[in-house]
Structure formats: C-alpha cells, structure tokens
C-alpha cells in the first residue's frame, strides 16, 4: 500500500471517529439543554460520516453543500444510503443554518428528540459502508 493510501485511510477513519466523538458532545449538550448547539453537533457528526464515505468512494468535495450534493448523487441516488436516511442529515443542514446564523431561532427539546435517534442510525449506517484494513 502507498503512503498516499495509507493517509487517505487514516483521513477516512479520522473523520468516521470525528462523527462519532461529536455525536458524542451533542449527547452532552442534550443533557445541558442546549438545544441550538445539540443540532449543530448533530450536523457535524452527519457532514463527518458523509464525507468520510465519499472519500472512501473517491469522490472529492470542498464544501458543506458539495458534501451534501455529491452525497445525494452518488450514494442515495444509487440507493446505497436511503431517501429517508438522507433526509436527517438534510433537515440538519437546514436546522444548523437557521440555529447558527438567524437571530431568535431557538429549537426545543422536542425538535432535538426527534433528530438524536435518526442521527445516530445514519452515521452508524455509512460507518457501516465503509471497509478499511
């Protein structure tokens, strides 16, 4: 194996084990009840898996929107990952912005239960698709 390999394998764990250490913060968050930044945790931890598997795929993306595009390209649209799995990471872009950047936009503890078990199965599942040595 080339030391290009090696490195792209160590960037591909590094951003599988990134996923689950910030799904891991969102949890502590969700016990503090800081709702705005359980869903940007949540967020992260999908961008990281997502990304880690269209790089373990081969295919480059240099933003949030082309991970997420190039994502619903090349994995959902072949049916590797389903709609309704992609859907979670969607609505978390979507939330992320609004809590991040609007001004008065608070989420509630209603809104966090209903992404914190989708989340946690979607990163499992493109965890699931990735085969390193």
Not at 30 to 42: F, G, H, K, T
Not at 92 to 97: A, E, F, G, I, V
Not at 104 to 127: G, Q, W
């Amino acid at each position: 194996m080339s030391a290009a390999n090696e490195d792209m394998i160590a960037y591909i764990r590094y951003r599988l084990e990134k996923a689950q250490e910030v799904y891991e913060a969102a949890c502590i968050l969700y016990d503090a009840e800081q709702w705005n930044s359980v869903i940007n945790r949540l967020y992260y931890s999908c961008f990281y898996s997502a990304s880690a598997l269209l790089l373990y795929k081969g295919i480059s993306a240099k933003s949030h929107s082309g991970v997420i595009g190039q994502f619903s390209e090349q994995i959902v649209r072949p049916g590797i990952v389903s709609i309704d799995e992609f859907r979670v990471y969607a609505k978390l872009l979507n939330w992320r912005s609004k809590g991040d950047y609007s001004d008065l936009y608070d989420f509630c503890k209603e809104d966090v239960d209903s992404m914190m078990n989708p989340t946690k199965r979607f990163i499992d599942k493109v965890a699931s698709l990735v085969e390193l040595p």
